[in-house]
Protein backbone atom coordinates (compact mmCIF):
# COMPACT_ATOMS: atom_id res chain seq x y z
CA UNK A 1 0.00 0.00 0.00
CA UNK A 2 1.12 3.96 -0.63
CA UNK A 3 1.09 5.73 2.68
CA UNK A 4 1.03 9.57 2.80
CA UNK A 5 1.50 10.66 6.54
CA UNK A 6 1.31 14.68 7.27
CA UNK A 7 3.64 16.14 9.97
CA UNK A 8 7.42 16.68 11.10
CA UNK A 9 7.39 16.14 14.56
CA UNK A 10 8.36 13.29 16.97
CA UNK A 11 5.12 11.81 16.90
CA UNK A 12 5.30 11.19 12.97
CA UNK A 13 8.85 9.58 13.27
CA UNK A 14 7.67 7.12 15.37
CA UNK A 15 4.15 6.97 13.34
CA UNK A 16 6.36 6.58 10.13
CA UNK A 17 8.90 3.62 11.93
CA UNK A 18 6.20 1.58 12.80
CA UNK A 19 4.43 1.88 9.37
CA UNK A 20 7.96 1.19 7.71
CA UNK A 21 7.73 -2.33 9.60
CA UNK A 22 4.26 -3.68 7.56
CA UNK A 23 4.24 -6.37 5.44
CA UNK A 24 1.59 -4.06 3.77
CA UNK A 25 3.61 -1.14 2.92
CA UNK A 26 4.63 -0.23 -0.99
CA UNK A 27 5.87 3.21 -0.07
CA UNK A 28 6.08 5.77 2.72
CA UNK A 29 5.66 9.32 1.61
CA UNK A 30 6.21 11.92 4.84
CA UNK A 31 5.13 15.64 4.34
CA UNK A 32 7.12 17.33 5.14
CA UNK A 33 8.95 14.97 7.20
CA UNK A 34 12.35 15.47 9.15
CA UNK A 35 15.46 13.96 9.34
CA UNK A 36 14.72 10.78 11.05
CA UNK A 37 11.94 10.05 8.29
CA UNK A 38 13.92 10.59 5.37
CA UNK A 39 15.70 7.37 6.71
CA UNK A 40 12.98 5.10 6.48
CA UNK A 41 10.54 6.82 3.70
CA UNK A 42 10.78 9.59 1.39
CA UNK A 43 9.96 13.07 2.79
CA UNK A 44 7.99 15.36 -0.05
CA UNK A 45 7.73 19.07 0.32
CA UNK A 46 4.63 19.75 0.89
CA UNK A 47 2.14 22.91 2.26
CA UNK A 48 0.02 20.27 4.76
CA UNK A 49 -2.95 23.23 5.02
CA UNK A 50 -2.94 23.32 1.16
CA UNK A 51 -5.48 20.44 0.78
CA UNK A 52 -5.79 21.12 -3.04
CA UNK A 53 -1.67 20.37 -3.04
CA UNK A 54 -2.60 17.43 -1.07
CA UNK A 55 -5.61 16.26 -3.42
CA UNK A 56 -3.04 16.17 -6.67
CA UNK A 57 -0.10 14.00 -5.01
CA UNK A 58 -2.73 11.62 -3.80
CA UNK A 59 -3.66 11.40 -6.96
CA UNK A 60 -0.79 11.38 -8.98
CA UNK A 61 1.11 8.56 -6.51
CA UNK A 62 -1.99 6.25 -5.84
CA UNK A 63 -2.14 6.85 -1.85
CA UNK A 64 -4.08 4.04 -0.20
CA UNK A 65 -4.23 5.35 3.47
CA UNK A 66 -3.64 9.17 4.16
CA UNK A 67 -2.33 9.73 7.90
CA UNK A 68 -2.93 13.42 10.08
CA UNK A 69 -0.14 13.56 12.64
CA UNK A 70 -0.84 17.59 13.91
CA UNK A 71 -4.26 18.66 14.54
CA UNK A 72 -4.46 21.97 12.80
CA UNK A 73 -4.64 19.90 9.55
CA UNK A 74 -8.25 17.97 11.51
CA UNK A 75 -9.51 20.85 12.64
CA UNK A 76 -8.30 22.87 9.49
CA UNK A 77 -11.08 20.49 7.71
CA UNK A 78 -8.68 17.70 6.15
CA UNK A 79 -11.38 14.82 6.37
CA UNK A 80 -14.63 16.64 4.73
CA UNK A 81 -12.65 17.94 2.20
CA UNK A 82 -10.75 15.04 1.01
CA UNK A 83 -13.36 11.94 1.52
CA UNK A 84 -16.09 13.09 -1.48
CA UNK A 85 -13.17 13.31 -3.47
CA UNK A 86 -11.89 9.76 -3.08
CA UNK A 87 -14.19 6.92 -2.13
CA UNK A 88 -11.80 4.38 -1.21
CA UNK A 89 -9.07 6.49 0.44
CA UNK A 90 -8.75 5.33 4.01
CA UNK A 91 -8.56 9.05 6.09
CA UNK A 92 -7.18 8.54 9.53
CA UNK A 93 -8.34 11.69 10.46
CA UNK A 94 -11.94 12.73 11.69
CA UNK A 95 -14.26 15.03 10.63
CA UNK A 96 -14.41 19.05 10.99
CA UNK A 97 -17.13 18.34 13.64
CA UNK A 98 -15.48 15.29 15.43
CA UNK A 99 -12.39 17.79 15.64
CA UNK A 100 -13.81 20.43 17.67
CA UNK A 101 -13.15 17.90 20.27
CA UNK A 102 -10.03 18.85 20.49
CA UNK A 103 -10.11 22.53 18.77
CA UNK A 104 -13.05 24.18 21.30
CA UNK A 105 -12.82 23.11 24.69
CA UNK A 106 -16.38 24.57 25.10
CA UNK A 107 -17.70 21.67 22.69
CA UNK A 108 -15.61 19.05 24.45
CA UNK A 109 -16.89 20.19 27.55
CA UNK A 110 -20.55 20.39 26.24
CA UNK A 111 -20.31 17.21 24.74
CA UNK A 112 -19.10 15.52 27.85
CA UNK A 113 -22.26 17.14 29.95
CA UNK A 114 -24.17 16.05 27.13
CA UNK A 115 -22.94 12.34 27.27
CA UNK A 116 -22.62 11.82 30.79
CA UNK A 117 -18.89 11.64 31.23
CA UNK A 118 -16.93 12.71 34.22
CA UNK A 119 -14.95 16.08 33.99
CA UNK A 120 -14.22 19.19 35.63
CA UNK A 121 -16.88 21.85 36.58
CA UNK A 122 -16.46 25.24 34.42
CA UNK A 123 -17.88 27.99 33.12
CA UNK A 124 -16.82 29.67 29.89
CA UNK A 125 -16.48 33.88 29.10
CA UNK A 126 -16.19 36.18 26.33
CA UNK A 127 -14.58 39.20 26.25
CA UNK A 128 -17.70 41.29 27.04
CA UNK A 129 -17.79 39.19 30.11
CA UNK A 130 -14.82 39.92 32.04
CA UNK A 131 -16.79 40.83 35.42
CA UNK A 132 -18.93 37.86 35.37
CA UNK A 133 -15.55 35.77 35.06
CA UNK A 134 -14.30 37.74 37.68
CA UNK A 135 -17.11 36.84 39.99
CA UNK A 136 -16.86 33.16 38.67
CA UNK A 137 -13.54 32.77 39.90
CA UNK A 138 -13.79 34.63 42.99
CA UNK A 139 -16.31 31.60 43.68
CA UNK A 140 -13.81 28.60 43.17
CA UNK A 141 -11.11 27.61 45.30
CA UNK A 142 -7.99 27.85 44.64
CA UNK A 143 -5.48 26.66 42.59
CA UNK A 144 -7.16 28.23 39.51
CA UNK A 145 -7.40 26.46 36.48
CA UNK A 146 -7.85 28.63 33.30
CA UNK A 147 -7.87 27.49 29.53
CA UNK A 148 -8.06 28.72 26.03
CA UNK A 149 -11.09 27.94 24.56
CA UNK A 150 -9.25 27.12 21.06
CA UNK A 151 -5.92 25.91 19.71
CA UNK A 152 -2.67 27.45 21.56
CA UNK A 153 -0.30 24.81 20.85
CA UNK A 154 -0.12 23.41 23.90
CA UNK A 155 0.21 26.54 25.66
CA UNK A 156 -3.43 27.67 26.67
CA UNK A 157 -3.58 25.97 29.71
CA UNK A 158 -2.78 28.13 32.67
CA UNK A 159 -2.99 26.67 36.50
CA UNK A 160 -2.14 29.75 38.90
CA UNK A 161 -2.01 29.86 42.65
CA UNK A 162 -3.54 33.38 43.98
CA UNK A 163 -6.72 35.57 42.63
CA UNK A 164 -4.83 38.21 41.90
CA UNK A 165 -2.53 36.47 39.19
CA UNK A 166 -5.31 34.57 37.91
CA UNK A 167 -7.53 37.86 37.03
CA UNK A 168 -4.83 38.91 35.45
CA UNK A 169 -4.25 35.84 33.37
CA UNK A 170 -7.89 36.35 32.25
CA UNK A 171 -7.24 40.12 31.31
CA UNK A 172 -4.12 38.86 29.36
CA UNK A 173 -6.07 36.12 27.32
CA UNK A 174 -9.48 37.84 26.75
CA UNK A 175 -8.63 41.51 26.25
CA UNK A 176 -4.62 41.63 25.35
CA UNK A 177 -5.44 38.76 23.72
CA UNK A 178 -2.50 36.15 24.46
CA UNK A 179 -3.06 33.59 22.99
CA UNK A 180 -5.15 35.67 19.71
CA UNK A 181 -7.99 34.06 18.30
CA UNK A 182 -7.92 30.94 20.51
CA UNK A 183 -8.47 32.95 23.80
CA UNK A 184 -11.60 35.11 22.55
CA UNK A 185 -13.15 32.74 25.03
CA UNK A 186 -11.89 31.43 27.86
CA UNK A 187 -12.61 28.79 30.37
CA UNK A 188 -12.50 28.75 34.29
CA UNK A 189 -12.53 25.18 35.56
CA UNK A 190 -12.17 23.49 38.69
CA UNK A 191 -8.75 22.14 39.71
CA UNK A 192 -8.59 18.53 40.18
CA UNK A 193 -5.78 16.89 41.78
CA UNK A 194 -4.36 13.29 41.21
CA UNK A 195 -1.85 11.27 38.71
CA UNK A 196 -2.49 11.90 35.48
CA UNK A 197 -2.48 9.43 32.43
CA UNK A 198 -3.07 9.31 28.67
CA UNK A 199 -5.55 6.65 27.79
CA UNK A 200 -5.24 6.05 23.28
CA UNK A 201 -8.43 4.59 20.94
CA UNK A 202 -8.66 3.61 17.20
CA UNK A 203 -11.57 4.12 16.21
CA UNK A 204 -14.36 4.03 13.20
CA UNK A 205 -16.90 5.73 15.27
CA UNK A 206 -18.44 2.35 15.67
CA UNK A 207 -15.82 0.04 17.06
CA UNK A 208 -12.35 0.73 18.92
CA UNK A 209 -9.21 -0.84 19.84
CA UNK A 210 -7.64 0.17 22.64
CA UNK A 211 -4.04 1.59 22.41
CA UNK A 212 -1.11 0.93 25.55
CA UNK A 213 -1.83 3.63 28.44
CA UNK A 214 0.64 6.07 28.79
CA UNK A 215 2.14 9.03 31.31
CA UNK A 216 3.44 12.35 29.86
CA UNK A 217 5.60 14.62 31.75
CA UNK A 218 4.84 18.11 30.35
CA UNK A 219 6.78 20.63 33.02
CA UNK A 220 10.35 21.81 31.65
CA UNK A 221 11.30 21.52 35.39
CA UNK A 222 12.11 18.00 37.70
CA UNK A 223 9.56 17.53 40.28
CA UNK A 224 7.14 18.87 37.59
CA UNK A 225 8.34 22.32 38.33
CA UNK A 226 8.41 25.44 35.60
CA UNK A 227 6.72 25.99 32.21
CA UNK A 228 4.33 23.71 30.39
CA UNK A 229 6.35 22.38 27.28
CA UNK A 230 4.92 20.22 24.51
CA UNK A 231 6.37 17.09 26.42
CA UNK A 232 9.57 16.24 27.62
CA UNK A 233 8.94 12.49 28.38
CA UNK A 234 6.55 9.50 28.49
CA UNK A 235 6.78 6.26 30.32
CA UNK A 236 3.78 3.08 29.23
CA UNK A 237 2.31 1.39 30.87
CA UNK A 238 0.88 3.28 33.75
CA UNK A 239 1.93 0.76 37.04
CA UNK A 240 -1.26 1.80 38.81
CA UNK A 241 -3.95 0.96 35.72
CA UNK A 242 -4.75 -2.38 36.36
CA UNK A 243 -7.45 -4.52 34.07
CA UNK A 244 -9.84 -3.65 36.25
CA UNK A 245 -8.85 0.56 36.36
CA UNK A 246 -9.27 -0.07 32.61
CA UNK A 247 -12.64 -1.46 32.67
CA UNK A 248 -13.69 1.91 34.62
CA UNK A 249 -12.26 4.01 32.19
CA UNK A 250 -13.98 1.84 29.19
CA UNK A 251 -17.15 1.93 31.13
CA UNK A 252 -17.01 5.71 32.12
CA UNK A 253 -15.26 7.56 29.47
CA UNK A 254 -14.61 5.60 26.21
CA UNK A 255 -17.62 3.68 25.66
CA UNK A 256 -19.63 6.91 26.42
CA UNK A 257 -17.67 8.75 24.19
CA UNK A 258 -18.20 6.03 21.32
CA UNK A 259 -21.95 6.00 22.10
CA UNK A 260 -22.01 9.89 21.88
CA UNK A 261 -20.65 10.54 18.38
CA UNK A 262 -23.60 7.52 17.43
CA UNK A 263 -26.38 9.63 18.61
CA UNK A 264 -24.86 13.11 17.56
CA UNK A 265 -23.96 11.93 14.20
CA UNK A 266 -20.35 12.44 14.22
CA UNK A 267 -18.20 10.87 11.96
CA UNK A 268 -15.21 9.78 13.59
CA UNK A 269 -12.48 7.54 11.67
CA UNK A 270 -8.50 7.64 13.50
CA UNK A 271 -6.56 7.90 17.12
CA UNK A 272 -8.13 9.40 20.26
CA UNK A 273 -6.37 10.82 23.12
CA UNK A 274 -7.99 10.99 26.24
CA UNK A 275 -6.13 12.98 28.63
CA UNK A 276 -7.16 11.84 31.93
CA UNK A 277 -6.96 12.15 35.24
CA UNK A 278 -7.34 10.13 38.85
CA UNK A 279 -9.34 11.71 41.08
CA UNK A 280 -9.04 9.24 44.18
CA UNK A 281 -9.80 5.97 42.27
CA UNK A 282 -11.96 7.86 39.73
CA UNK A 283 -10.96 8.81 36.54
CA UNK A 284 -12.04 11.90 34.93
CA UNK A 285 -11.50 13.74 31.12
CA UNK A 286 -9.09 17.02 31.26
CA UNK A 287 -9.08 17.04 27.75
CA UNK A 288 -9.90 14.89 24.54
CA UNK A 289 -7.03 15.30 21.59
CA UNK A 290 -7.94 14.22 17.90
CA UNK A 291 -4.94 12.07 17.17
CA UNK A 292 -2.05 10.63 18.60
CA UNK A 293 0.02 12.65 21.40
CA UNK A 294 3.60 13.69 21.11
CA UNK A 295 5.52 12.38 22.94
CA UNK A 296 3.01 9.50 24.16
CA UNK A 297 3.38 8.13 20.73
CA UNK A 298 7.06 7.74 21.37
CA UNK A 299 6.06 4.88 24.21
CA UNK A 300 2.53 3.74 22.89
CA UNK A 301 3.56 2.57 18.96
CA UNK A 302 6.51 0.46 20.34
CA UNK A 303 4.67 -1.67 22.33
CA UNK A 304 2.12 -2.67 19.86
CA UNK A 305 3.16 -6.01 18.04
CA UNK A 306 0.56 -6.19 15.71
CA UNK A 307 0.86 -4.81 11.75
CA UNK A 308 -0.55 -1.28 12.10
CA UNK A 309 -1.22 -0.94 8.49
CA UNK A 310 -3.13 -4.34 8.26
CA UNK A 311 -5.40 -2.50 10.87
CA UNK A 312 -5.79 0.36 9.37
CA UNK A 313 -6.42 -0.51 6.31
CA UNK A 314 -9.49 -2.58 7.69
CA UNK A 315 -10.85 0.19 9.68
CA UNK A 316 -13.57 1.60 7.53
CA UNK A 317 -14.72 -2.19 7.09
CA UNK A 318 -16.93 -5.32 9.13
CA UNK A 319 -13.24 -6.75 9.74
CA UNK A 320 -12.31 -3.90 12.00
CA UNK A 321 -14.25 -4.90 15.14
CA UNK A 322 -12.39 -8.31 14.49
CA UNK A 323 -8.79 -7.22 14.55
CA UNK A 324 -6.79 -8.37 16.72
CA UNK A 325 -4.03 -5.58 18.82
CA UNK A 326 -1.70 -7.54 20.40
CA UNK A 327 0.83 -5.15 22.72
CA UNK A 328 3.93 -6.14 24.15
CA UNK A 329 3.92 -6.46 28.12
CA UNK A 330 7.36 -4.45 28.37
CA UNK A 331 7.50 -1.18 29.77
CA UNK A 332 8.75 1.92 27.95
CA UNK A 333 10.20 5.19 28.84
CA UNK A 334 11.29 7.92 26.11
CA UNK A 335 13.57 11.31 27.27
CA UNK A 336 13.06 14.08 25.63
CA UNK A 337 16.10 15.88 24.71
CA UNK A 338 15.09 19.56 23.63
CA UNK A 339 17.31 23.21 23.44
CA UNK A 340 18.72 25.41 26.37
CA UNK A 341 15.81 27.99 27.08
CA UNK A 342 13.13 25.85 25.33
CA UNK A 343 10.15 26.01 25.62
CA UNK A 344 10.54 30.08 25.49
CA UNK A 345 13.80 31.37 23.49
CA UNK A 346 16.63 29.02 22.16
CA UNK A 347 18.90 29.01 19.35
CA UNK A 348 19.31 26.20 16.68
CA UNK A 349 22.02 25.06 14.48
CA UNK A 350 24.15 23.25 17.11
CA UNK A 351 26.15 20.03 15.73
CA UNK A 352 24.40 16.66 17.53
CA UNK A 353 27.38 13.88 17.89
CA UNK A 354 26.42 10.55 19.63
CA UNK A 355 23.70 9.30 16.58
CA UNK A 356 26.26 6.71 15.05
CA UNK A 357 26.29 5.21 18.23
CA UNK A 358 22.53 4.14 17.53
CA UNK A 359 21.56 1.07 15.50
CA UNK A 360 18.49 -0.20 13.60
CA UNK A 361 17.04 -1.48 16.67
CA UNK A 362 17.36 1.14 18.98
CA UNK A 363 14.74 3.56 19.29
CA UNK A 364 15.65 7.16 18.46
CA UNK A 365 13.32 9.72 17.29
CA UNK A 366 13.91 12.65 15.85
CA UNK A 367 11.74 16.16 15.96
CA UNK A 368 14.05 19.39 15.58
CA UNK A 369 16.94 18.14 13.82
CA UNK A 370 18.00 18.85 10.22
CA UNK A 371 21.10 18.24 7.72
CA UNK A 372 23.35 20.79 7.55
CA UNK A 373 26.26 19.92 5.12
CA UNK A 374 26.02 15.99 5.98
CA UNK A 375 25.68 17.16 9.56
CA UNK A 376 22.70 16.83 11.60
CA UNK A 377 22.12 19.84 13.77
CA UNK A 378 19.34 21.24 16.19
CA UNK A 379 16.34 22.82 14.53
CA UNK A 380 13.73 23.44 17.34
CA UNK A 381 12.96 23.49 20.80
CA UNK A 382 12.46 19.54 21.10
CA UNK A 383 15.50 17.52 19.15
CA UNK A 384 14.77 14.17 19.98
CA UNK A 385 13.40 11.62 21.69
CA UNK A 386 15.16 8.43 23.18
CA UNK A 387 13.06 5.35 24.33
CA UNK A 388 14.40 2.11 25.42
CA UNK A 389 12.40 -1.07 26.94
CA UNK A 390 12.71 -3.02 29.77
CA UNK A 391 10.83 -6.10 31.30
CA UNK A 392 10.38 -3.53 34.49
CA UNK A 393 9.60 0.29 34.55
CA UNK A 394 13.28 0.75 36.25
CA UNK A 395 15.04 -1.07 34.02
CA UNK A 396 13.62 0.60 30.69
CA UNK A 397 14.11 4.40 32.81
CA UNK A 398 17.60 3.49 32.99
CA UNK A 399 18.48 2.07 29.70
CA UNK A 400 17.25 5.14 28.10
CA UNK A 401 19.14 7.46 30.07
CA UNK A 402 22.31 5.53 29.46
CA UNK A 403 21.49 5.84 25.80
CA UNK A 404 20.83 9.67 26.20
CA UNK A 405 24.67 9.80 27.68
CA UNK A 406 25.73 8.76 24.31
CA UNK A 407 23.97 12.02 22.78
CA UNK A 408 25.67 15.41 23.16
CA UNK A 409 24.82 19.20 21.84
CA UNK A 410 25.74 22.76 22.75
CA UNK A 411 22.87 24.00 25.45
CA UNK A 412 21.26 20.21 25.34
CA UNK A 413 18.38 19.33 28.60
CA UNK A 414 16.35 17.36 29.40
CA UNK A 415 14.73 15.95 32.81
CA UNK A 416 16.05 13.63 34.49
CA UNK A 417 13.20 12.06 36.89
CA UNK A 418 10.79 10.97 34.13
CA UNK A 419 9.07 7.65 35.40
CA UNK A 420 10.91 8.05 38.92
CA UNK A 421 7.38 8.59 40.88
CA UNK A 422 6.03 5.74 39.36
CA UNK A 423 8.24 3.58 40.80
CA UNK A 424 7.17 1.71 43.83
CA UNK A 425 9.59 1.50 46.30
Not at 40 to 52: P, R, S
Not at 85 to 102: G, Q, R
Not at 146 to 175: H, P, Y
Not at 297 to 326: A, G, H, M, Y
Request: with cysteine.
Amino acid sequence: MNILLLGSGGREHAIAWKISKSKDLKKLFIAPGNTGTSLIGENINLNTTNFEEIEVFIRMKKIDILIVGPENIIVKGIYDYLKPKFSDLVIIAPSKEASLLEGSKKFAKAFMQRNHIPTAKYKSFQQHELKEAFSYLESMEPPYVIKADGLAGGKGVVILDTITEAKSEIKNMLERKKFGKASEQILIEEFMSGVELSVFILTNGLDYKLLPCAKDYKRIGEGDKGLNTGGMGAVSPVPFVNSEYINKIEKTIIKPTIEGFKKENINYTGFIFFGLIDVKGTPKVIEYNVRLGDPETQVVLPRIESDLVEILKKINTNEFKSCDLKIKKSYCTSVILTSNGYPEKYKTGYQISGLDSFTETDLLFHAGTKINKDKITTNGGRVLAVSSYGEKLEESINKAYKKVDKIYFEGMYFRKDIGLDLIVK
